[in-house]
C-alpha cells in the first residue's frame, strides 16, 4: 500500500506538467523507471532467504583435527575479543563494538540453539562469514569483517564451524544495535555490501614464497588486519589505495604497517612474529589499547603461522635488509644518547625550577623514569626503550595520551598492570607537559602541533 | 619550594619537585602509614588519595600537587577514633602482616565516596590493583563490605 502511494504521487505530479513540458516529462519518467528498476533490482538482490535449522549433532561426531585448526583460525582472528563481553561466558556476545554511526554488540555464536549459532548449519554460518547475511536472512553490520573473512576458505571456515559448535552452548540473549538512522534499517548493511565487498578467494602471489603467501592470506582472511590499521572513509569502508596507512580504533590510533609506519626500528619476521606472540617487542613498544586483546588471541596460534603473519606484515614496509639495519643502527644510536639516569640513583638532579608544577621533566623524572630509566627492570618484562617506541614516534599524540590515560594492562586476561594509569594523578596541564617532554627528548619526529586538543578530543569521545 | 596540603595541613618542602610524594610523607612529614613495596606502580601499598583519585604515591612527583588536596590514612581516623573503614578492617581482623592494609584502606576509602553501597563484583575490580601476599583478601573484601554497611546505618557518610 505504502509503496503504490510513493510511486503514484510523482506519476500524478508528472501528469500534471503542460504539455510544453513534455520533454522534462520524458526525462523525469525514464528517471523514475530507472529508480524503480534499480531499487527492485537492489531489493532483489540484497534479498536473502532463511537457511534450513540445523538437526542437534551430538559434539562428539565432529575430528578434533578439524577442532584444533579451527581453534587456530579462531586464535588468528581474535573472534573472541567483540563475541566476549566483560566477565562473561567466551563467545556469548554483548561486547560493545563502537562505531561513528553507533554502537553495535558482538553477538552469541556459541552452540545455543535460542540464542546463539546452534541451529546454523555450515552453509548457514559460511554464508554469514562470506556475505554477511545470518541464517534467518537478515543482513548483518560490517562491524562484523565479512569484507575480510570472504576470502577464506571452505575448509577453514567448517574447521571454525566445528571448533564453535563444539565450545559450550550459553544462552545469553543478542542485544539489539544502538545505531542512527539510517543505519539501524539492516538494509543499509546491503548497500555497504554493494560499495566495499569484494567477495572470493585473493590470487596468490606467485612471485613470493608460500609462507609470504600463507601470512597473506591469514592477514587479509581471519586475522583483518586491515579492518583497525586501514583508514576506512566516510562510509566505513576500507580505502584500498591506502591499505596499511594506519587507522583508527576505539579511540586508539592503529598505526600504519606500511612504508608509514612510525617505527623507529623498521618491522622485521622475527619482531611482528615475536609481537604477536608475546604482545610486546623491546624495540617497538607493547600491545596496548584495542590491540591488547588481540594478543590474546594471536599468542594462541601455532607458530608457523605466526611467523607467516610476521613474514608478511613485515613485507609491507618495503624496505631491503640493509636499510632495516641502517635505520636501526641510527635508532639505537639516538636511543642510547637520549637515555636517561634513574632519579635518585646518581647526584644528578633534574634541574627542574621548584614550583613549576606543569613542568614536563619533573614529571618524568618523578613519575616516569623508575621505570623508563637506562637499563630499568620490570618484574614482567623489560619497559620500552621510549625512543623506540612506535607510539612516541607516531604523526599524532593520541596513543601516547591514551597510554599515559588508561595505562598498559597484560595482554591476557591477568589481573595486574605493565603500566600504571595516570589518569586523574596527573591534571590535564600536567599530560600535555609530560607529553611535549616526551616527544621533544625520546623523538626525532617534529613536535605535536596541539596535544592538549587530541587530549580534549580524546575526552569527548571524538576523533582527532 | 614546593606547598603540600596533607590532610588538611599545609607543608613546605624543599625537596626536589622530582621526588616522589611517599618520600616526603614518610621522611619530611613523618606520615609513615603508605608503604613503599615495589616502587614502580604494581603492587599498590603506597596509595594515598588525592583529591578523590587513588594514587600510588611512589610514582607521583610532589612538583604536581602543589594547590591539590591530598589524604593519607593518618587523616581517617586514630587509634582511639578510628573512621568506619579502619574499624571495619579491624572487626574483620583484616590484617596479617599488615603492610598493604594502608594503601588498601585508601583505594577502598575512593570507591565508597563513589559508590555507597557497592556490590561485591565492583568490590572486587576497584580492589583488583592492590595486592595482599599474605592471603587475606577475603578478609579485606569482608571489611569493605562492612564499612559500607555501617556507614549507611550510622549515617557516617565519609567526609572528604
Known amino acids: ?464 | 619550594m614546593t606547598t603540600l596540603i596533607v590532610n588538611g595541613k599545609e607543608h613546605v618542602t624543599d625537596a626536589d619537585p622530582a621526588t616522589p610524594l611517599l618520600y616526603v610523607l614518610r621522611n619530611e612529614i613523618k606520615l609513615n602509614a603508605g608503604k613503599f613495596g615495589c616502587g614502580l606502580g604494581q603492587c599498590g601499598a603506597c596509595t594515598v588519595l588525592v583529591e578523590h583519585t587513588p594514587i600510588f604515591s611512589c610514582l607521583t612527583p610532589i612538583s604536581v600537587l602543589e594547590g591539590r588536596r591530598v589524604r593519607t590514612l593518618e587523616g581517617l581516623g586514630t587509634a582511639e577514633h578510628p573512621g568506619p573503614l579502619q574499624a571495619a578492617f579491624v572487626k574483620e581482623q583484616a590484617a596479617q602482616c599488615g603492610y598493604c592494609i594502608p594503601g588498601m584502606v585508601m583505594r577502598a576509602q575512593a570507591l565508597l565516596e563513589q559508590n555507597s553501597s557497592p556490590s561485591e563484583a565492583q568490590i572486587r575490580e576497584h580492589m583488583s590493583t592492590n595486592l595482599c601476599r599474605c592471603g587475606t583478601q577475603m578478609r579485606i573484601l569482608r571489611a569493605i563490605d562492612r564499612a559500607a554497611r555501617e556507614m549507611k546505618s550510622a549515617d557516617l557518610g565519609a567526609k572528604p
Not at chain 1, 561426531?61 to 573472534?79: E, H, Q, W, Y
Request: charged content about 20%; overall charge neutral; hydrophobic content about 40%.
Open chain 1, 1 to 464: 500500500m505504502a509503496s503504490g502511494r510513493v510511486l503514484r504521487e510523482p506519476l500524478r505530479w508528472v501528469g500534471q506538467l503542460s504539455s510544453g513540458d513534455r520533454v522534462l516529462r520524458r526525462i523525469l519518467i525514464a528517471v523514475l523507471a530507472i529508480v524503480v528498476v534499480a531499487g527492485g533490482g537492489f531489493f532483489a538482490w540484497a534479498w536473502h532467504g532463511e537457511l534450513p535449522a540445523e538437526p542437534s549433532r551430538d559434539v562428539s561426531t565432529f575430528d578434533p583435527a578439524v577442532v584444533a585448526k579451527g581453534a587456530n583460525l579462531v586464535a588468528i582472528g581474535s573472534c573472541a575479543v567483540c563475541h566476549t563481553a566483560k566477565n562473561s561466558p567466551s563467545f556469548a556476545g554483548g561486547y560493545p563494538v563502537e562505531t561513528p554511526f553507533g554502537v553495535i554488540y558482538g553477538s552469541n555464536i556459541t552452540p545455543d540453539r535460542d540464542t546463539g549459532i546452534g541451529t546454523w548449519s555450515p552453509a548457514a554460518f559460511r554464508r554469514a562469514m562470506r556475505e554477511g547475511v545470518d541464517r534467518l536472512g537478515n543482513h548483518l553490520y560490517p562491524a562484523f569483517p565479512y569484507d575480510h573473512f570472504t576470502h577464506a576458505t571452505d575448509s577453514d571456515l567448517d574447521a571454525v564451524y566445528a571448533f564453535l559448535m563444539t565450545r559450550n552452548a550459553v544462552q545469553k540473549a543478542n542485544r539489539e544495535p544502538a545505531l542512527a538512522f539510517p543505519f539501524n534499517i539492516r538494509l543499509s548493511a546491503a548497500a555497504w555490501k554493494l560499495l566495499f565487498l569484494h567477495p572470493g578467494p585473493n590470487p596468490p602471489d606467485p612471485s613470493k614464497s608460500a609462507e609470504w603467501n600463507r601470512g597473506a592470506y591469514l592477514a587479509e582472511s581471519f586475522g583483518h588486519c586491515g579492518a583497525c590499521h586501514t583508514p576506512r572513509n566516510l562510509l566505513a569502508g576500507e580505502q584500498r589505495g591506502k591499505a596499511y596507512d594506519g587507522g583508527f580504533a576505539e579511540g586508539w590510533l592503529a598505526p600504519a604497517l606500511n612504508a608509514k609506519s612510525p617505527a623507529a626500528v623498521p618491522w622485521t619476521a622475527e619482531a611482528v612474529t615475536h609481537y604477536l606472540r608475546e604482545g610486546w617487542d623491546a624495540e617497538h613498544g607493547h600491545a596496548a589499547g584495542p590491540m591488547a586483546p588481540v594478543i590474546d588471541g594471536t599468542s594462541r596460534a601455532n607458530s608457523d603461522d605466526l611467523r607467516a603473519l610476521g613474514v608478511y606484515v613485515a613485507s609491507l614496509n618495503g624496505a631491503t635488509a640493509a636499510e632495516i639495519a641502517a635505520k636501526r643502527e641510527a635508532a639505537l644510536k639516538f636511543a642510547a644518547a637520549r637515555t636517561l639516569p634513574a632519579h635518585g640513583t646518581t647526584a644528578q638532579t633534574t634541574g627542574a625550577a621548584p614550583g613549576l608544577a606543569n613542568d614536563g621533566t619533573a614529571i618524568f623524572a618523578g613519575a616516569c623514569a623508575t621505570c623508563h630509566h637506562a637499563g630499568g627492570e620490570l618484574p614482567i618484562s623489560r619497559p620500552i626503550d621510549l625512543s623506540l617506541s612506535s607510539t612516541v614516534n607516531e604523526a599524532d599524540a593520541r596513543d601516547l595520551i591514551q597510554v599515559i590515560l588508561r595505562g598498559i594492562h597484560p595482554a591476557t586476561n591477568e589481573r595486574g598492570r605493565i603500566m600504571p594509569a595516570f589518569d586523574g594523578v596527573l591534571t590535564d596541564r600536567q599530560i600535555v607537559a609530560l607529553v611535549n617532554y616526551v616527544r621533544g627528548h625520546f623523538s626525532t619526529q617534529p613536535m605535536w602541533s596541539d596535544p592538549a586538543k587530541t587530549l580534549a578530543n580524546i575526552r569527548n569521545g571524538k576523533g582527532s
